[in-house]
């Protein structure tokens, strides 16, 4: 099936610091979601994406569509420890099929 | 606003065993969603209803895996009998219409098959 790989797998940083991270899939996606899961609960969208090149920002979340179509971005600035959780990236392809990425786990050290 | 429930939040069964999850979606919301989400994975759709209708369930393992909503409101997901690989965090979510970037997700049922 669809695979939207993600990396990298997980992240330690230190607080205030600069997060990024990607997604890539094989073929082509029409959109792309970023959503957060904390321990226990189901994912929550953070940021969605509708065309190539769009470039979109949640408070100290940005999120680009990549221009090839086959990539997102999301970049978190300033990190804070309610930052830690999995990040997954997921989108639907051409043929409107939706499929979630493997996950980053974010850890913030204070 | 009440937010999509999931009963029961754990279980543990042993293989061949049948088991039943149940999924309350938030009130008004036409479209429901149930997803597989193997620990260090990402969720995988299983299954999407609109009101009471499939709409798709193409990775469906259909001759263990059943689901219905039956009256386009709340809606159970089996399993038949079970096997060990299907221990997973079973998560609903729901939208008010066929829009993925509109889904609200349940907290999930976490199955252990031992």
């Known amino acids: 099936g669809q695979q939207l790989n993600q990396s990298p797998q997980s992240m330690f940083i230190q607080e205030g610091e600069d997060v990024s991270m990607n997604c890539t899939s094989s073929?082509?996606?029409?959109?792309w979601l970023w959503y957060k899961q904390d321990p226990g609960e189901g994912p929550v969208l953070l940021i969605a994406?509708?065309?190539?090149?769009e470039l979109t920002s949640n408070g100290r979340l940005t999120a680009q569509f990549g221009i090839t179509r086959k990539d997102s971005f999301l970049n978190i600035s300033a990190s804070i420890p309610s930052d830690v959780g999995i990040y997954f990236c997921?989108?639907?392809?051409?043929?409107?099929?939706?499929?979630f990425g493997t996950g980053t786990s974010l850890t913030v050290i204070p | 606003e009440a937010g999509v429930a999931q009963s029961p939040r754990y279980k543990i069964i042993e293989k061949r065993q049948s088991v039943a999850f149940w999924c309350n979606p938030i009130s008004g919301h036409a479209t429901l969603y149930w997803y597989q989400q193997i620990l260090g994975q990402g969720p995988k759709l299983l299954i999407q209803f609109q009101n009471n209708g499939v709409v798709d369930d193409s990775q469906l393992p259909k001759d263990r895996f059943s689901a219905e909503r039956l009256k386009g409101v709340d809606s159970t997901l089996k399993i038949q009998p079970a096997k060990l690989e299907d221990s997973a965090v079973y998560l609903c979510a729901s939208s008010p219409r066929t829009t993925y970037n509109e889904q609200f997700f349940g907290p999930g049922t976490r199955l252990t098959v031992l």
């Open positions: 073929s082509i996606f029409n959109t």
């Open positions: 997921a989108g639907t392809n051409t043929g409107n099929q939706f499929y």
């Open positions: 994406l509708y065309k190539a090149g």
